[in-house]
């Protein structure tokens, strides 16, 4: 076998940087045109806002130049831009708001969110060295996401906002938990199936050409299957409902194979969600919103009518094609345009071509994600890059397909551009999480330097993680899996993974041998 | 795990493409119905967020947009407000626009087919739309010699160009400043509103072409001259019948002249010196001679029963048809022959009637619109005067015409002379309740020789005067100060 040269990999960086000087001209561009054309002249504290967002971006470019030299470089500069935008967009509500007579500061707050999140990230590439580690906290995981989502439903500390009990006080901030019940969910499901995926895939009998599982395995999608009704009907959140939902389903397809499990999640889902449409008067209204959403009578509801919805509609198509520009629409028109709506909100003023230009950003984003699922050589890294990509696309399709009507509408954020600490932290992090298991998956492979590893550990591996290769999985897949079930075990050992300082790529340490 | 993670990459690549077709639908196909839902406030926002163009009368901006800094951008505002107002209306947030402010929407919000090259170029500069200024053909001194004229009365006055057609005045009092309710402060717009609303005056109606509708009374008789002469069977000397009082056809009653007094000794008189004192009971057999419906068809070529815009909606004027349209009966004839029973005019059909008769026979159509200018002063409409209809023959008008100068030399008119100039006119005192005074009216034109201003005025219910009003004592001053002031020029 080859000797891979550590220099042939291209780590990207520069790619990054490019990149990320066109997405910081982005954002700070348009929230030069939100001044100039509201104004007439920049933003009083352009240059020091600018500076910032600049320094926090290289920052983080630096940091992973250090920390994750091999991350995929079309993540951080998306997330950048995205952001950027966001943040335009809620200065020019602000600006909006003060006309009126308000004195919102949103765009401030965000900022502020926008730098903790950056942080957070920092933090995550920083510290956690090998995505792997987190494989450990697969039940506390479970534990912690269920606490996170109960939370809203504890007395004096859950709040209750428009009908939907999803915030938790926090002295003077209120938090979304769901948003980061998001994250812990997506490792409790990357552990839970990468470790019991042959039980879920090979088990049960077959009917109409459909694997069914077996009785007792159907026990996590039922436990998760009633907590997403159980956000559902006591916290009248469908959004987050849908989106564990969604989430889990999609892993779990990832993770087995099986058709089948789409088949009975949606099934599961589907009835529950229509039970809830039938019996609970909020989702009733959401419904009935979403197909009647022109009736005059639905369009005057002063509550749990289509009046929102419509709005958006309006703001959309008074953008067109090409929009109004910079503050020369009428987002503010919208309720909730800085954060529910805050698409309709870019689509007034950036026009059709604005708003398609948005969403190839989040599908690069989220088929970059894919992509790294695919180039990770563990399972659990597979599963987990590909189920919070997949969260974030599907949080997209739930958010945009809600304002323009595809689906009834829900009251999820927009990943990045929204306005909303808890959404713009948790996605940060995934930011962070894409960034490291990327950094890994494209780090020049040790594997043919298994020979010459230098003191190689005893491997006492005992997980099932080799089983996929008995079963015959594609070979990549297999051979990686067994290494990546080495190192799950010493991923928090400092010396399984070292810097190699000369070649500044990292040396895994290979233990044992591949037995095919 | 690859394959799967494919296919889930395709599903959410399918789940953008169904996004992006959904944004499409609604931003490109959908758009321009959801623009227009009524129920889209934003339309309402554009629109008066719009740098609107300027209302110019005689080079002075009656009605401009200046920016302000709130959620509009723009304050509309009146300078002469309540002089104006007839004419410009309002432009209001809250109640929508009326007058010239909606009837020349196109033009000032600058969305008029018309403008489309200004919008093409704004489009190419990057410039804000702006839309265009709207120049009237109003005299600024016949408007204020008949808003002054009028003084504290209710009524109205229209003067005209009856070579082109030009408005040259539109006063209507009591009136309103439409300041009031251009203010972006929906609770004090209301306010204003609902105090010009419940105002017993009806400020906010133009009795010059929109009020309800007024007998003319003895203008009427103008009218029914023109159709006796038209029909070749009487001339200006042609000796008439002028009774004390005519026994009115299949009924009871009999028509009285006014005041009860005599027209003439020998109970004959011509035509000419029936319409000089304005003899009822002449007037009332004329019209039953010459028959109700050829007074329908003269009344018609005037104008009555047309639609009109000039560019605000005319109310239409009308002349009775009797019940179910069978035509009237003898009574009925000989009061709607002298503008009673249920003849209703609006001042500028009145004007029109003395615009035919000034203009040799031709009535040419009213406009108000005397020419727009994009921003940058390119003329995107010029007015063209055009002929209405051509009521009467150049004999009949010259007739007409000289009878009208024997009213106002020594008739029921003189109150309109102007020395130095002959005026020509007629006046009228229209009952129309029983328990309130008359309107007065006046209608003439001046110089008799080479009109060039017509002009008509209505007072309500005997204005100052009170039951003692008449047109001859209340309307003809002021018909009078309206034409010098053009005259004069």
Request: aromatic share 8%; proline share 5%; charged share 15%.
């Given at each position: 076998?080859?000797?891979v040269?550590?220099?042939?990999v ?5 790619s990054?940087i490019?990149l990320?000087?066109?997405a ?23 240059y020091?806002?600018s500076?910032g ?22 993540i951080l500069?998306i997330?950048v831009g995205?952001n950027g935008l966001g943040?335009?967009m809620i ?7 003060h006309l ?6 949103l765009?401030t707050?965000?900022l ?12 995550v ?9 987190l494989?450990?906290?697969t039940?506390?995981a ?5 606490v996170?989502?109960?939370?809203p ?9 428009n009908?939907?009990r999803i915030w ?7 938090l ?5 019940a998001?994250?812990?969910f997506a490792v409790?499901?990357?552990g839970?199936l990468?470790?019991n ?7 049960g009998?077959k009917?109409l050409?459909?694997?069914l ?7 996590p999608?039922i436990i ?5 009704l159980a956000?559902?009907v006591f916290?009248?959140?469908?959004g ?9 389903v999609a892993?779990?397809?990832?993770a087995?194979?099986?058709?089948s499990?789409v088949v009975?999640g949606?099934t ?7 039970a809830?449409?039938?019996s ?6 959401r ?6 959403a ?9 509550f749990?009518?289509?009046g ?7 703001g ?5 094609l090409f929009g109004t520009g910079?503050g020369?629409?009428?987002p503010?028109?919208v309720p909730y345009a800085?954060s529910d709506f805050i698409?309709?909100s870019l689509?007034?003023?950036?026009g059709l071509?604005g708003?398609?230009?948005?969403l190839?950003?989040?599908?690069l984003?989220?088929?970059r994600g ?8 563990d399972?659990?890294g597979?599963?987990l ?8 696309a ?8 809600g ?7 829900t009251?999820?954020?927009m990943p990045f551009?929204?306005?909303g600490g808890s959404s ?9 999480l894409m ?6 998956a494209?780090?020049p ?8 590893a230098?003191?190689?550990?005893h491997?006492?591996?005992?997980t099932?993680?080799a ?11 297999d ?6 079930s ?7 050992n ?11 790529t990292?040396e ?5 041998t591949v037995d095919? | 795990?690859?394959?799967p ?7 959410m690549l ?7 077709a959904a ?8 758009a321009?119905?959801l623009?227009?839902?009524?129920r889209?406030?934003r339309t ?5 967020g ?11 901006e009656?009605?401009l947009s200046?920016?302000v800094e709130?959620?509009f ?6 300078t002469?407000g309540?002089?104006?107002a007839p ?17 020349a929407n ?6 008029s087919?018309?403008?489309w090259w ?10 804000d739309?702006?839309?265009?200024s709207?120049e009237?053909?109003?005299d600024?001194a ?7 004229a ?6 109205a ?9 030009a ?6 009092k009591?009136s309103?400043d439409?300041?009031l309710?251009?203010?972006?402060t929906s609770?004090?717009?209301t306010?204003a509103?609902?105090t010009?609303?419940s105002?017993e005056?009806d ?5 010059a ?14 009218v ?10 009487v001339?200006a ?10 026994q ?8 009285r ?7 003439s000794?020998?109970?004959t ?12 009971t ?14 329908a068809?003269q009344?018609?070529k ?10 605000m909606?005319v ?6 048809t009797?019940?179910e349209?069978?035509?009237?009966d ?5 009061l ?16 029109m009637?003395s ?8 009535l040419?159509t009213?406009y108000?619109?005397?020419?727009v200018?994009?921003?940058d002063?390119?003329?995107a ?11 009467i023959?150049s ?5 007409l015409s ?14 309109a002379?102007?020395?130095g100039v ?7 005192t ?6 309130a005074?008359?309107?007065a009216w006046f209608t ?8 060039q ?7 309500e ?7 003692e009003a008449?047109?001859?004592r209340?309307a003809?001053?002021i018909a ?10």
């Amino acid at each position: 076998m080859a000797t891979v040269e550590p220099g042939r990999v291209r780590s990207g960086r520069s790619s990054e940087i490019g990149l990320l000087v066109l997405a910081l001209a982005l954002g700070i561009g348009a929230y030069a045109l939100v001044g100039l054309s509201m104004e007439g002249r920049l933003p009083g504290n352009f240059y020091v806002l600018s500076g910032g967002m600049i320094a926090l971006g290289s920052g983080m470019h630096l940091i992973i130049r250090w920390r994750a030299p091999f991350a995929d470089p079309v993540i951080l500069p998306i997330a950048v831009g995205l952001n950027g935008l966001g943040l335009a967009m809620i200065y020019r509500l602000d600006l909006a708001n003060h006309l009126k007579g308000g004195d919102s500061e949103l765009a401030t707050k965000q900022l502020g969110w926008t730098a903790l999140g950056m942080v957070a990230a920092v933090v995550v590439v920083w510290f956690l060295r090998d995505h792997r580690t987190l494989r450990r906290y697969t039940y506390t995981a479970m534990v912690v996401g269920l606490v996170l989502v109960a939370l809203p439903l504890v007395p004096g500390l859950g709040q209750e906002i428009n009908g939907a009990r999803i915030w938790v006080g926090l002295g003077p901030a209120t938090l979304q938990p769901a948003e980061f019940a998001k994250l812990v969910f997506a490792v409790f499901f990357a552990g839970y199936l990468v470790t019991n995926r042959d039980t879920l895939t090979l088990a049960g009998r077959k009917l109409l050409g459909m694997q069914l599982p077996r009785l007792r395995d159907l026990g996590p999608i039922i436990i998760v299957w009633l907590a997403s009704l159980a956000i559902l009907v006591f916290e009248r959140d469908l959004g987050t409902s849908l989106l564990f939902f969604g989430m889990f389903v999609a892993m779990l397809y990832v993770a087995t194979e099986r058709i089948s499990w789409v088949v009975i999640g949606l099934t599961l889902f589907g009835g529950g969600a229509i039970a809830a449409a039938s019996s609970l008067a909020h989702v009733q209204g959401r419904f009935n919103g979403w197909l009647h959403a022109m009736d005059d009578e639905v369009f005057n509801k002063a509550f749990g009518g289509s009046g929102q919805l419509v709005r958006g509609l309006y703001g959309l198509a008074n953008g067109g094609l090409f929009g109004t520009g910079w503050g020369e629409g009428r987002p503010d028109l919208v309720p909730y345009a800085s954060s529910d709506f805050i698409v309709t909100s870019l689509g007034e003023e950036l026009g059709l071509t604005g708003l398609l230009a948005i969403l190839a950003m989040y599908l690069l984003f989220v088929e970059r994600g894919m992509r790294i699922a695919i180039g990770t050589r563990d399972g659990f890294g597979k599963l987990l890059a590909g189920g919070i990509a997949f969260v974030v696309a599907w949080q997209v399709f739930v958010v945009v397909g809600g304002v323009t009507r595809v689906i009834p509408l829900t009251g999820l954020t927009m990943p990045f551009l929204a306005y909303g600490g808890s959404s713009l932290l948790a996605n940060w992090i995934i930011v962070a999480l894409m960034l490291r298991i990327s950094d890994n998956a494209r780090r020049p492979t040790p594997l043919p330097l298994r020979g010459g590893a230098r003191e190689p550990e005893h491997d006492d591996d005992d997980t099932d993680d080799a089983v996929p290769a008995v079963r015959g999985d594609s070979p990549s897949d297999d051979e990686t899996q067994v290494v990546r079930s080495v190192d799950v075990h010493d991923a928090g050992n400092p010396g399984s993974a070292r810097r190699n300082p000369g070649t500044g790529t990292t040396e895994t340490e290979i233990i044992g041998t591949v037995d095919r | 795990m690859n394959v799967p993670i494919r296919r889930v990459a395709i599903v959410m690549l399918a789940m953008f493409l169904v996004l992006m077709a959904a944004t499409t639908w609604i931003q490109y196909v959908q758009a321009s119905s959801l623009n227009n839902d009524p129920r889209n406030v934003r339309t309402l926002y554009r629109e008066y967020g719009n740098n609107r163009g300027s209302i110019v009368v005689g080079g002075e901006e009656i009605a401009l947009s200046t920016p302000v800094e709130d959620v509009f951008g723009y304050q509309r505002s009146y300078t002469n407000g309540e002089l104006y107002a007839p004419l410009t209306g309002y432009y209001s947030v809250v109640y929508g626009r009326s007058a010239l402010e909606r009837s020349a929407n196109g033009y000032l919000n600058g969305s008029s087919d018309s403008l489309w090259w200004s919008r093409v170029q704004n489009l190419i500069s990057g410039e804000d739309p702006q839309g265009s200024s709207v120049e009237l053909t109003i005299d600024p001194a016949a408007q204020q010699a008949a808003w002054d004229a009028l003084g504290n009365q209710r009524g109205a006055v229209v003067a005209l160009d009856p070579a082109t057609g030009a408005v040259l005045a539109m006063v209507s009092k009591p009136s309103y400043d439409p300041n009031l309710l251009a203010g972006h402060t929906s609770a004090d717009v209301t306010d204003a509103w609902n105090t010009l609303q419940s105002d017993e005056g009806d400020p906010l109606v133009n009795r010059a072409i929109a009020g309800n509708t007024y007998p003319p009374g003895s203008t009427f008789k103008l009218v029914t001259a023109a159709a006796a002469l038209e029909n070749g069977t009487v001339d200006a000397d042609t000796l008439i019948d002028a009774p004390d009082q005519l026994q009115l056809p299949q009924s009871s009653s009999v028509l009285r002249n006014f005041g009860g007094s005599t027209c003439s000794g020998s109970g004959t008189m011509t035509l000419a010196d029936a319409l000089r004192i304005s003899c009822n009971t002449a007037f009332g057999q004329l019209g039953i001679d010459v028959g109700d419906d050829a007074l329908a068809e003269q009344a018609e070529k005037f104008g009555f029963g047309s639609e009109l815009s000039i560019p605000m909606r005319v109310t239409p004027s009308r002349f009775p048809t009797g019940p179910e349209g069978k035509g009237l009966d003898g009574a009925q004839t000989a009061l709607s022959s002298i503008g009673q029973f249920e003849v209703a005019v609006t001042p500028l059909q009145m004007a029109m009637v003395s615009a035919a008769i000034a203009n040799d026979g031709e009535l040419m159509t009213p406009y108000l619109i005397q020419q727009v200018r994009t921003p940058d002063l390119d003329v995107a409409f010029e007015a063209s005067p055009s002929e209405f209809s051509t009521p009467i023959s150049s004999e009949t008008a010259t007739a007409l015409s000289e009878m009208m100068v024997g009213v106002v030399r020594d008739g029921t008119g003189t109150a309109a002379q102007i020395s130095g100039v002959q005026v020509a006119g007629k006046t009228g005192t229209a009952e129309n309740r029983e328990d309130a005074p008359p309107h007065a009216w006046f209608t003439g034109f001046a110089p008799a020789d080479d009109p060039q201003v017509v002009v008509a005025v209505v007072i309500e219910n005997g204005g100052d005067a009170g039951s003692e009003a008449t047109g001859g004592r209340l309307a003809a001053p002021i018909a009078r100060s309206v034409m010098e002031a053009v005259v004069s020029r």
